[in-house]
Structure formats: structure tokens, C-alpha cells
């Protein structure tokens, strides 16, 4: 079984009169469990495939599969469903609601649960803010928190609803090189107790290395494939990336 199936999908985008191809042919398996990082240059591609994985967008052409369930064709309310239940975002710039506290930003989720009562909601919510190690500052609102611990706030905002898969976009790309990392331990760990699927993108080296797989994509293509064991890297280039040696 894979948690994420993505089958010869293409992304257009239409900008004014011109159409910008974003994705070319990705085809790619995600197992459950793993920590895998999408990395790229800038403009690669890496926010258009989280978006169609995280069923925000649809593909111009080609398949997603979620937990082997295809879901071209759902409707945006039968997707909202699907993103509610299944699917944690976490984002660069945290994107916390100023006026809620830490507590309240983890409930958030939560409030269209009507099966929850107040007492579960509660129970969760300092569980995982416990889990991110803010059991202490659950009262303090967005401004009242440095950058690290609003992207914990923002982690444990993800892991509320018990998603399969937690989706982060560049989740260091605000913090300080030390931050980030311990931002990544932190979702690492999680990873490891919870066996919850996290796929991150990054641009960043330091985050790949802390990858289990890594997933490469250039100019809308994957170039390579990498699975580490132990601290042992094997990478495998796709095959059209590999230059031709055609006879001159
Ligand atoms: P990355 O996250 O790796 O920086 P993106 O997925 O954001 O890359 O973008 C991939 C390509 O698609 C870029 O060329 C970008 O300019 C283009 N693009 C992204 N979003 C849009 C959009 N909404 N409209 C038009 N072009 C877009
Ligand atoms: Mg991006």
C-alpha cells in the first residue's frame, strides 16, 4: 500500500495569455511512515506538487491517489472533507490566527468535529501541545511567541485532527539555521512515535540531510531519487534526466 500515489500528472498554469507548465509527467509512491523531503531550486515545482498531494489543487492531467483512493473527479466539498480527516499543512510562514491563543490555534481544526465534545477537544489539544513541548505558553497568542515555538504551535495544529499524512511547505525557510533544525528533529520524532507520513519541501541542505527519502525535482521534473539507510545515501537518477550520448 502506498499513502500517496501520484500517476504521470502534469500542472499548467495559465499566466495572462501564457501557459506555464509547473509539473511534467511526475510519477511517484509514497510508503506510509516515511520522512520524506521534496527539494528543489526555487520555482522547481515543490509548492505545486504539496498543493495536488494535499488535494488543495488538481492536476491539469494525470492521477492522485490518497490511501489508494483516487480523487480526481471529487468534488471541492468531498476534497475539503478529505483535507479535514486526512491531511496536516504546515506552512513557511506559519500562518497561526493572531487573535487565537496557542490553544486556540490547535483547536481550530477541531471545531467542525461536531462528533468532539469539549472534553476531547481539550484533551487533544494539550496532548499534542505537550508532544511540541508548549504545554507551558498554551495561553500566549502568535506575537507573544518566537518563531520556533509558532512553528511548533503550527505543528501541532496539523497532528490535532490524527492525519495519515502531514504536508509542510519550506517549514524552515522563516526560522535561523539552529531553529529549523531542531524544527525538524521535533517533526522527525513525531514521525517516529506516531508513524505519521511527513512530506517537506526545501531548498535547504542541511533540512535534506535529516530526510529518510528525498525526492529531487528540477524545472517541473524528477531528477533523482534517494533513499538513505542508516547514513548511507543511494541515489537514483531518473532516467530522462540522464544526458544523452547520442552520436554527434
Ligand atoms: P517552488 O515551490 O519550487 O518554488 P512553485 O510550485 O511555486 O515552485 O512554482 C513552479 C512554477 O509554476 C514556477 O515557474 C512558478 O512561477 C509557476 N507558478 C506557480 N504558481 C503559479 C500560479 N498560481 N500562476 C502562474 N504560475 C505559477
Ligand atoms: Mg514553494
Redesign the pocket.
Known sequence: MSVVRVEHVNKY???GEQK?Q?LKDISLSIEPGVFLAIA??????????LNLIGCIDTPSSGKIFINDHDVSGKTPDELADLRASKIGFIFQTFNLLPVLTAAENVEYPLLQRKALSKAERRERIAYFLDMVGLSKFADHRPNQLSGGQRQRVAIARALVIKPSIVLADEPTANLDLATGKDILQLMKQINRRLNTTFIF?THDRHVMAMADRLIR?ED?SITMLGTRIENQWSMVRERRSVPRHDAP
Open positions: 498554469y495559465l499566466l506555464v509547473a528543489g531550486p526555487s520555482g522547481s515545482g515543490k509548492t505545486t506538487l519541501s525535482v517541473g
